[in-house]
């Protein structure tokens, strides 16, 4: 556990996934109380990493009283259910990311996945890999007890934090600001090291790629000191960080347009012209489920604005 800020620390869950682990953040409150944004992946390990945080600060698991998630991944938030039978603490969620959970649970997010693999031309080897992929887990099962809207605040004890929905990543994903100490918590929406994804909760929508660079710029305006995501390290240049990951996606765009340029058509004929950091012959799986959806985001956000182009003329 590491201390940030005044009544600010993190804590390192292990997670048994691409990445070795999820950052927690425990704030504590002038009254005792604590509020965790993102408690980590379900295990029994790490329920006590974190009682054992708690005791480490002289208090007890059942002084949270509160819980934030940023967005329905496993790695971040699948600790709750635990955590509110054994703290009694309350849990807060974006409402836009309830729903996208939603449609994990009534397996409209798998049908739609279906749908969209008979329309992007892929080989039938590798749709019958994709059709395999076991279905995302549910992080957690009962309902949060407050769903957050863009713009809210939440006020604890000694310090404030404002909503902010930056979807993109997830389609409700959320970073919350603190804009006394100027500190962002970020979750995956920016990572300071590794490119975290676009497209990787439910159904995304047609405007994805929009609303994630909309995102990017909500965040880069804010005054912040220090960004403090859900993976890696604390990083200071919020800002300079988020325009990095605006310009991989417009240069991902205009990969996409020469594509289109140059006669290709389907989704699968254009994913495998562009630039893949694994390269585009070691994507399986989930990661070549993400690079075709990426693709198709960005072909229905050119014509999106081919629309709005044609409506102007
Ligand atoms: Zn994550």
Known sequence: MEQIDDGVWSLEQPFSGTMPFTVAYLLV????????????????????????????????LRDIRLVIGTHLHRDHVALVDDLRAAAGCEFAFGAVEWGAMQSLVSGEAETTWLRRYEDWGIPARARAELIELPAPAVPFSREPDRLLADGETIALTGRRLRVITTPGHTPGHLCMWDPDSRLVFTGDHILPFTYSGLGLGGVYSPGAVSD??????????????????GHEAPFPNVAARAGDLARHQLQRGGEVTA????????????????????????????????????????LESLRRNDCVDAEAR
């Open 29 to 60: 409150g002038r009254d005792g109380g604590i509020t965790v944004i993102d408690p980590g992946e379900r295990s029994d390990g790490n329920l006590t990493r974190l009682e054992k945080a708690c005791e480490r600060l002289g208090y007890a």
């Open 212 to 229: 994630y660079l909309s995102s990017l710029d909500a965040v880069a305006q804010l005054p912040a000191r220090c960004g403090l995501p």
């Open 259 to 298: 594509a289109l340029d140059a006669g290709l058509e389907s989704v699968w004929a254009i994913a495998a012209t562009l630039t893949w950091s694994a390269g585009w012959e070691n994507l399986h799986g989930f990661h070549l489920r993400s690079a075709l959806a990426q693709t198709a985001m960005h």
